[in-house]
T-cell receptor, first 114, second 110 residues
Framework: DAGVIQSPRHEVTEMGQEVTLRCKPI?????LFWYRQTMMRGLELLIY????????DSGMPEDRFSAKMPNASFSTLKIQPSEPRDSAVYFC????????????FGDGTRLSIL | KQEVTQIPAALSVPEGENLVLNCSFT??????LQWFRQDPGKGLTSLLL?????REQTSGRLNASLDKSSGRSTLYIAASQPGDSATYLC?????????FGQGTRLTINP
């Protein structure tokens, strides 16, 4: 079975550029989550969707960050303009239904903003 | 606001030892608690999920316990192997939101 697929695996770009991270959840899963992991703050939830609808974006750090889920099999996290402090590993996860099910994580995108 | 703490931050033990990783959380109103494993450069792999009504879960050499009233969980690893070396993360779930601890970096020495 294909797991959660994220692309790109690595992204290096200069400050001020637009960055788009992509995620394909596991087929049939109705919840999708975006997390950010840094040494200082650990893993933090940025936003999550249920049935393609954003439910809670309280973890999105600022207006430079936006996320969309145009259909059940695709989501993007966009940073515009990017800043060096955005450097982190960004994870996407998906799950089916209730809180009884574990979340399945992708391998992440390692983002470096120079 | 839920806070999750894991102790120790790092642990190094010889192969074959049994070991315990600790997790504590401040708000007992949780749906479940999960233990994850993270290998370098990889995502998280779910190891065990304990529902709030349960006391423990077992999978192979792993056993996780949950004491919701005291806000504590432990992950017990029996007969440790070098392949167990990884970072272990504890996370508590309120509704759909997971709150993670900072993890315990475990090294098993051959």
């Amino acid at each position: 079975d294909a797991g959660v697929i994220q692309s790109p695996r690595h992204e290096v770009t200069e400050m001020g550029q637009e960055v788009t991270l992509r995620c394909k959840p596991i087929s049939g899963h109705d919840y999708l989550f975006w997390y950010r992991q840094t040494m200082m703050r650990g893993l933090e939830l940025l936003i999550y969707f249920n049935n393609n609808v954003p439910i809670d974006d309280s973890g999105m750090p600022e207006d430079r960050f936006s996320a969309k889920m145009p259909n059940a099999s695709f989501s993007t996290l966009k940073i515009q303009p990017s800043e060096p402090r955005d450097s982190a590993v960004y994870f996407c996860a998906s799950t089916l239904g209730s809180a009884e099910q574990p979340q399945h994580f992708g391998d992440g995108t390692r983002l470096s903003i120079l | 606001k839920q806070e999750v703490t894991q102790i120790p931050a790092a642990l190094s033990v010889p192969e074959g030892e049994n070991l315990v990783l600790n997790c504590s959380f401040t708000d007992s109103a949780i749906y479940n608690l999960q233990w994850f494993r993270q290998d370098p450069g990889k995502g998280l792999t779910s190891l065990l999920l304990i529902q709030s009504s349960q006391r423990e879960q077992t999978s192979g050499r792993l056993n996780a316990s949950l004491d919701k009233s005291s806000g504590r969980s432990t992950l017990y690893i029996a007969a440790s192997q070098p392949g167990d070396s990884a970072t272990y993360l504890c996370a508590v779930q309120g509704a759909q939101k997971l709150v993670f601890g900072q993890g315990t970096r475990l090294t098993i020495n051959p």
